[in-house]
């Protein structure tokens, strides 16, 4: 079966610091990967997806990037974070058809401060 | 170009109660759509799909939810809310014809559940 991890589960980081969110999918072979943000109180907005690996598409001009260095590997990353980075973070996998669901990780709660 | 609309940012039931939650989609193909929850903290969690075949579609924890052509709409129920449904419902429609497999989401639904 698969599964999806992603880590760390919380995060506290002062503004200004690098970030680095790492979602790793197992039991599956080239998935579609997906990084989403959930801001307090509002819906999922879609960050970044990647088809492939080294192939990533940004949905939203931000303070952020996502790289894919391995098949089963996606990683989210800042130089330099806002407070308005501040959120929850989920990673989620797919097969990548039209009616594929996608597989959500447990997330990444970010406080930046 | 596809688009969902959850109706109602909030819904409060009693236990045992019929859960409705409504969702309204716009799309340009054929839509594939999708029920999500999910509890706080924690990652989003497949309720139910439709794709093609019935319209009524049967889930996980006695959820289901008819698809309604006519009315773009794929409404979710539940005959009896218990106080663990209490969480929040996304409904998501497949975008486009390309092998991304992005889903759009709706806003979110909070369902309680009083006792």
């Known amino acids: 079966s698969q599964t999806i991890h992603q880590w760390p589960a919380t995060l506290v980081q002062p503004v200004g610091s690098p970030l680095s969110l790492e979602c790793t999918v197992e039991?599956?072979?080239?998935?579609?990967l997906y990084w989403y943000r959930q801001a307090a109180g509002r819906g999922l907005q879609l960050l970044f997806y990647?088809?492939?690996?080294?192939?990533i598409s940004s949905e939203v001009p931000q303070n952020l990037s996502a790289s894919r260095p391995q098949d089963r590997q996606f990683i989210l990353s800042s130089k330099k974070l806002l407070l308005s980075d501040s959120g929850f973070y989920l990673c989620a996998w797919s097969r990548g058809g039209r009616f594929d669901e996608q597989y959500f990780g447990p997330g990444t709660r970010l406080t930046v401060t | 170009a596809q688009s969902v609309t959850q109706l109602g940012s909030h819904v409060s039931v009693s236990e045992g109660a019929l859960v409705l939650l409504r969702c309204n989609y716009s799309s340009s193909v054929p839509p594939y759509l999708f029920w999500y929850v999910q509890y706080p903290n924690q990652g989003l969690q497949l309720l139910l799909k439709y794709t093609t075949g019935a319209t009524l579609v049967k889930g996980i924890n006695g959820f289901e939810a008819e698809f309604k052509k006519s009315e773009t709409s794929f409404h979710l129920t539940k005959p009896s809310a218990h106080m663990s449904d209490a969480a929040e419902y996304f409904c998501a429609v497949s975008k486009g014809s390309s092998n991304t497999g992005k889903l759009i989401f709706g806003q979110g639904t909070t369902l309680q559940v009083k006792p």
């Open positions: 990647s088809v492939g690996i080294g192939q």
């Open positions: 039991g599956t072979s080239n998935p579609n």
